[in-house]
């Protein structure tokens, strides 16, 4: 199991059927970095009733979206209620932010104040052929957000949740003719997101890949290569030797 020398604050960006979801559990599972999913935590605000569950319900009742500050205010609740703003931590976001206004609320109003800003931004570069196939073998335990893939990740009993045995669906705009307008919408929120992490230093990496283990793979190399390189910890140490030496 790798190990992280540094923190690693990631945030991954793909398209729907980029496999962004696999990618985030595989790199949560295989360097057990802890991660939060905004859906989940809106999720469980709705259930227990908070405050701010209660609007964001009465907003999606309406069918509108939620505004940047109330998506911010969640996640920021739970990154302080884990007590993960600080600069020693790691972690993975999940679904936020999707926006360049949310990115720009959660820098400046919490993560900077904290130094405990992202240092790795990963956007996902798949082609529409494949997302399209992807989509079309993808089925959703509704309850828990669980996705599965008929080709590389089916369910133990088909058309069953592996945890719950519950039945699996499909999505509604998992059609070809839905996926378009979703993916043009995506790309026409996330472009102005993508420019403002470009402006961030060496924060955005883009990868490229035809399927998820492609993709993992250079995924693995390059979180290695920046947080966890045996080469960057002897650097640092022969820096230090320098630094002593003069």
């Not at 209660?54 to 990154?79: C, F, H, R, W, Y």
């Amino acid at each position: 199991m790798p190990r992280l020398l540094r923190p690693a604050r990631v945030l991954l960006l793909g398209p729907p059927g980029s496999g962004k979801g696999t990618q985030t559990e595989r790199l949560l599972k295989h360097f057990e970095i802890p991660g939060i999913s905004s859906g989940d935590i809106l999720r469980r605000h709705i259930k227990d009733g908070t405050e701010i569950g209660q609007l964001a319900s009465s907003i999606i009742n309406k069918g509108k979206l939620l505004p940047d500050d109330l998506m911010t205010k969640v996640v920021a609740s739970e990154l302080r209620r884990r007590r993960w703003l600080s600069p020693s931590t790691s972690w993975l976001l999940d679904g936020f932010p999707r926006t360049h206004a949310q990115a720009e609320m959660l820098d400046s109003q919490e993560l900077e104040p904290a130094k405990a800003g992202m240092n790795l931004v990963v956007e996902l570069q798949v082609s529409e052929d494949a997302m399209l196939d992807r989509i079309a073998n993808r089925l959703v335990h509704v309850p828990s957000g669980r996705v599965y893939n008929l080709t590389y990740n089916p369910p133990k009993v088909p058309g069953r949740d592996d945890i719950t045995g519950e039945p699996l669906s499909r999505r509604p705009d998992d059609d070809p003719a839905v996926f378009r307008k979703r993916l043009k919408e995506y790309r026409a929120s996330t472009e102005p997101l993508v420019e403002y992490y470009k402006k961030s230093g060496d924060v955005l990496w883009s990868v490229a890949g035809e399927t998820s283990d492609v993709i993992f793979a250079q995924l693995e190399r390059e979180v290695v290569r920046r947080f966890g390189e045996r080469g960057d910890e002897s650097s640092e140490r022969d820096s230090e030797a320098a630094g002593a030496a003069d």
